[in-house]
């Protein structure tokens, strides 16, 4: 039986092969991970689909092929050469090992570690044999390491070798290698830079409506949902209710052409605990009330931190907000989401002092304020339409009546 390369999901036509579970010449069975696969985003593990023996690896952990292309063959073992057939009734006249535990047997894995994993592992100086997979087989997977490290732990933990930590010259300079995420997300960001002309503008918002209706909802959202009702969700409705006014920022350019999107489908940038960024889909955001679009924000942001989202939630975005506030930045300059035309980055939102206009008097207030930044592709657009698309964002966020609105 040929082993294909799977489609991983409806858009997506290639994939790169990160790890391989099996060597040439052992056998597999129905459902044993075979090998891994990934993009910049995901990482998924695909399981054999018969029983047989692993006869050939064509396709090396690292190669990128496109869906459908031959990666191995598994052999049902009918066919099979003396050389690869399983000996039997051999008499044992070696000792025999020592009998492991009653329970699943615990095996040495840190050969079937996919490259995310071993990047976790080494950057917080955690030996595999520690923690417990939940991935088939017994296999550690990403979110293991994440929940190990939540346990406090870490600190006791056997040192990995050094090694695995990456070169350590005498100067005490330590060289870590790129993950597969952080590789690929570096290429994307490269050819962004060199497609685009990236041109950036920005406007300093008064956030006071927004926080009345935060105020005066946020205590009761908590306790029902367990989470904060923030700001994001806020900004990314107000970000589709300006777009109806400037349609050509939600749209990507195809040659000497402007393709502009009916829908408004917001990607939203989620750091994965310093271990690099993804940007799932929230589809047809514009016809979503803002409770809605914070229920999404927030299932995007666990499953992510989970590695439960599919490829298929990464597809199809038209728009893509990066969301710094929570580390306090001031102002970020984004990378545009290609082919995407821009790129909004909400940063942090503090208590300043302004001055406001009342009864035709200057006066000092305090407001909660905070700067929205927009990357966009100078080819598509003039700075005069980005410029007037962020006036309307901002009078958006400062004038409509969030409370009436919220639902």
């Known amino acids: 039986m040929d082993v294909l390369m799977p489609q991983m999901g409806e858009t997506v036509a290639e994939g790169t092969l ?3 579970h099996k060597k040439v010449g052992e ?3 129905p459902n044993d991970i075979l090998f891994e696969i990934g993009t910049d985003k995901v990482e998924m593990e695909v399981p054999a689909l018969t029983d047989g023996v692993l006869t050939e690896i064509l396709v090396q952990a690292g190669e990128t092929v496109v869906v459908g292309a031959k990666l191995g063959v598994i052999q049902d073992g009918t066919n099979l050469t003396a050389s690869t057939e399983p000996i039997q009734d051999v008499t044992v006249t070696e000792q025999p090992t020592a009998v492991p535990p009653i329970g699943r047997p615990k095996r040495d894995r840190s050969m079937k570690l996919s490259p995310v994993v071993r990047k976790l592992l080494s950057d917080n100086n955690l030996s595999h044999k520690n923690i417990q997979g939940t991935g088939r087989d017994g296999r550690i997977k990403r979110a293991d390491v994440l929940a190990y490290l939540k346990i406090g732990v870490s600190a006791v933990t056997p040192p990995v070798p050094s090694e695995a930590l990456g070169a350590i010259s005498g100067d005490g300079i330590t060289v870590v290698p790129f993950s597969y995420r952080r590789k690929k997300t570096a290429e994307h960001m490269v050819r962004s830079k060199a497609t685009s002309p990236h041109v950036l503008q920005a406007v300093e918002v008064d956030f006071s409506a927004v926080d009345k209706a935060r105020q005066a909802i946020g205590p009761d959202w908590k306790r029902r949902e367990g989470y904060s009702l923030t700001y994001l969700p806020f900004i990314a409705k107000a970000v589709c209710s300006a777009m109806k006014d400037f349609s050509h920022i939600n749209g990507h350019i195809e040659k000497d052409h402007l393709v502009i999107y009916d829908r408004v489908n917001l990607a939203m940038a989620i750091d994965l605990n310093f271990e690099g960024l ?7 955001a514009d016809l979503k009330a803002v409770t ?9 942001a666990q499953r992510a931190r989970a590695d439960k989202l599919t490829p298929d939630e990464f597809a199809n975005a038209t728009y893509t907000i990066s969301n710094n506030g929570s580390f306090g930045t001031l102002i970020t300059a984004p990378i545009i989401n290609q082919p995407q035309i821009a790129i909004l980055s909400t940063d942090g939102i503090t208590k300043r002092p302004m001055v406001i206009e009342q009864d035709g008097e200057d006066l000092i207030a305090i407001r909660p304020v905070g700067i929205l ?6 080819r598509a657009i003039d700075g005069s339409y980005s410029g007037a698309f962020m006036r309307r964002l901002k009078e958006i966020i400062e004038s409509k009546n969030w409370l009436d609105s919220i639902n």
């Open 292 to 300: 809605e679009i914070a229920r999404s924000i927030n299932d995007l």
């Open 27 to 29: 056998t597999v069975k």
């Open 373 to 378: 930044a927009q990357s966009f592709d100078h």
């Open 278 to 284: 993804v940007a799932p889909v929230i589809l047809d």
């Open 18 to 20: 990160t790890v391989w």
